[in-house]
């Protein structure tokens, strides 16, 4: 770990890309342009995420928040997400019920902003702007206080499996083209679909290591695979103040207090997968706030995938199901964690026939 506040090298080398191409874009006339992301929250305060990013003068001020409406226009949207350029450190402003805020993305382009509201709970849409004439609008789930099951997934090799080294998801997922290239888990959306009917309050959350430039595709994956809407929490891949690369597990780990934080009454079902570090993240978590996890379930990778995830056929971690609250279960698809979860009552068992 560092002993000084000063960024790392990369990182300042990359403050300096940023300044200077950005510089250049600016005396071309390219305009700011923010990518809306899907916020969540409570009735007294609300997360709102976007990227700023610099597109030709003429783009539409809403260009990266456009219906697409087949995959080969969204692998476009993934290129050019990847290569565009950020926008650091720029005011943006949020109107959101009858507010208005003021924000500054970091250095990254991120804005993640954390705002006080009085708002009823359902959908909501937030307006963001840098200058009058680039708004856009970003969905905003607000849940109603009091205590309710909800669900957090990861996404790679949970909900979707590439069959592709971790290495390469981002290329796959910024420059493919066939949407039938990205496999369902087997059983991943029935057993999602199962919860929202017992609990149809529950909020759901995505949390992936996954870059913010594959939202696009993201979403459009869970929604044509009947996957139940929520907010997507990902990541950058770049340079930080401590590092050339974030940490994958920082990341989701930092997710999981903000969550905890935002939404203190929720009893979270954590879903992930034993091909990278899920199980101890996922335990560490319910270890330092038991109040705040129902259930883990993970779903176990076949040798093959166990092979693409991380270089053996062996789990990098091999937890152990076991009389603990709260509860741990394992299963290799959606059918199998349904019956566990069912097992441990926290689903009702299906009817006999």
């Known amino acids: 770990m560092s002993t000084t506040d000063r960024p790392h090298w990369a990182a300042r080398i990359e403050d300096v890309k940023n300044s200077i191409v950005g510089g250049v874009l600016r005396s071309l006339g390219w305009d700011l342009r923010l990518q809306p992301f899907h916020g969540y929250g409570i009735p007294s305060h609300v997360r709102i995420l976007a990227k700023l990013l610099y597109a030709t003068k003429g783009t539409p001020a809403d260009y990266y928040d456009q219906p697409v409406h087949d995959m080969r226009s969204m692998a476009v949207r993934g290129w050019r997400n990847f290569t565009a350029q950020v926008a650091p450190n720029r005011k943006v402003h949020i109107s959101i019920g009858d507010k208005q805020y003021t924000q500054r993305a970091d250095r990254t382009g991120i804005v993640d902003a954390r705002l006080d509201v009085d708002l009823e709970p359902g959908e909501h849409e937030a307006v963001l702007w840098t200058v009058p ?76 290591t996954g870059a913010w430039n594959v939202f696009p595709v993201l979403k459009r994956f869970l929604h044509k695979n009947g996957y139940p809407d929520g907010p997507l929490l990902l990541t950058d891949w770049g340079p930080t103040n401590t590092g050339i690369f974030r940490s994958g597990q920082e990341h989701k780990e930092r997710s999981l207090e903000q969550l905890a934080s935002f939404l203190p009454q929720v009893n979270w079902l954590l879903i992930g997968d034993d091909g990278q570090h899920d199980p101890s993240i996922y335990a560490r978590f319910a270890e330092k706030r038991p109040e705040n996890v129902q259930a883990i379930a993970i779903r176990q990778l076949t040798e093959s995938e166990q092979l693409l995830a991380h270089g053996t056929t062996r789990p990098l971690e091999e937890p152990s199901e076991q009389d603990t609250t709260p509860p741990m279960v394992q299963a290799p698809d959606g059918h199998g964690l349904l019956k566990k979860l069912q097992q441990i009552g926290l689903l009702k068992a299906s009817a006999s026939r």
């Open 133 to 208: 004439g680039n708004e856009v609008t970003a969905t905003v789930t607000v849940y109603a206080h009091g205590e309710r099951l909800g669900l957090v997934s990861d996404i790679d090799d949970t909900v979707m499996v590439t069959w592709l080294p971790r290495p390469m998801l981002a290329f796959w997922n910024a420059f493919v083209i066939h949407q039938s290239s990205r496999k369902v888990v087997r059983g991943m959306p029935m057993l999602y679909q199962r919860i929202m009917r017992e609990h149809p309050d529950s909020p759901v959350v995505y949390l992936s």
